[in-house]
T-cell receptor, first 115, second 114 residues
Framework: DTAVSQTPKYLVTQMGNDKSIKCEQN?????MYWYKQDSKKFLKIMFS???????INETVPNRFSPKSPDKAHLNLHINSLELGDSAVYFC??????????????FGPGTRLTVL | GENVEQHPSTLSVQEGDSAVIKCTYS??????FPWYKQELGKRPQLIID???NVGEKKDQRIAVTLNKTAKHFSLHITETQPEDSAVYFC???WGTGGGNKLTFGTGTQLKVEL
C-alpha cells in the first residue's frame, strides 16, 4: 500500500558514472516532483511534471534529465556524476496543481553518494 | 522568486513546554503555507497547512498563524512530547497556476528533552 516509492534507497557510485533513480506513485495524482536535500538538510525543488508535462525546471545542470513515461512515474537520470551531486533525492506527488488540497506526499528518499 | 527564512535553526525545550518556529516569506503572491516534519532518516510529512485567506488554524497540539501584511507565519506546538523531536520545515507557494512550487525554509531541529 506504499503511496510514493523510490528505488534504489541507497546508491553509491564513482564520479563520472551515469545513474537513474525511479519513482512511482499509486495515489492517482497528476503532479510529481523531484527534490534535492543536501547535507545541511536544505530541501530544494528540481523538477515538476503535471500529467507527463514538464512544468517546473529549476536551475539544475543539464546532466540531470527527468523522464515521465506516464503520470504515475517520474524517473531521474543523472549523467557524469560529480561529488557535489551527493545528497538525498526525494520524489513527491500531489493531486494536481489546481487542486484545493495541495499536500505533497514524499517518497522515502534515495541517498546518493558519489565517490 | 520566493525566499523563505526560518528561525531558529535549533530549538531545545523541556517536555510539556511549548515550541514556536517562525518563518517569513518574500513573495506577496504566495497563498499556501504548509509545515512538514522530518524525523531522522525519514521522509518529510505534512503536519499542518494554512491558506492566505485564513489567519489561524489548529489541529490538536499544533497551530499555525499567518500574518499576510507582515508576510510571516509561525508554528506553535503545545505540550511537547519526545516524539515531537524532529526537523520542521516551513514552506510557501502560490499553488494554483504556479505548479505547486514549494519553497522551503532552512529547517528547525526541535529537541524535546525529558
Amino acid at each position: 500500500d506504499t503511496a510514493v516509492s523510490q528505488t534504489p534507497k541507497y546508491l553509491v557510485t564513482q564520479m563520472g558514472n551515469d545513474k537513474s533513480i525511479k519513482c512511482e506513485q499509486n495515489l492517482g495524482h497528476d503532479t510529481m516532483y523531484w527534490y534535492k536535500q543536501d547535507s545541511k538538510k536544505f530541501l530544494k525543488i528540481m523538477f515538476s511534471y503535471n500529467n507527463k508535462e514538464l512544468i517546473i525546471n529549476e536551475t539544475v545542470p543539464n546532466r540531470f534529465s527527468p523522464k515521465s513515461p506516464d503520470k504515475a512515474h517520474l524517473n531521474l537520470h543523472i549523467n557524469s556524476l560529480e561529488l557535489g551531486d551527493s545528497a538525498v533525492y526525494f520524489c513527491a506527488s500531489s493531486q494536481d496543481r489546481l487542486a484545493v488540497n495541495e499536500e505533497q506526499f514524499f517518497g522515502p528518499g534515495t541517498r546518493l553518494t558519489v565517490l | 522568486g520566493e525566499n523563505v527564512e526560518q528561525h531558529p535553526s535549533t530549538l531545545s525545550v523541556q517536555e510539556g513546554d511549548s515550541a514556536v518556529i517562525k518563518c517569513t516569506y518574500s513573495d506577496s503572491a504566495s497563498n499556501y503555507f504548509p509545515w512538514y516534519k522530518q524525523e531522522l532518516g525519514k521522509r518529510p510529512q505534512l503536519i499542518i497547512d494554512i491558506r492566505s485567506n485564513v489567519g489561524e488554524k489548529k489541529d490538536q497540539r499544533i497551530a499555525v498563524t499567518l500574518n499576510k501584511t507582515a508576510k510571516h507565519f509561525s508554528l506553535h506546538i503545545t505540550e511537547t512530547q519526545p516524539e515531537d523531536s524532529a526537523v520542521y520545515f516551513c514552506a510557501a507557494s502560490w499553488g494554483t497556476g504556479g505548479g505547486n512550487k514549494l519553497t522551503f525554509g532552512t529547517g528547525t531541529q526541535l529537541k524535546v528533552e525529558l
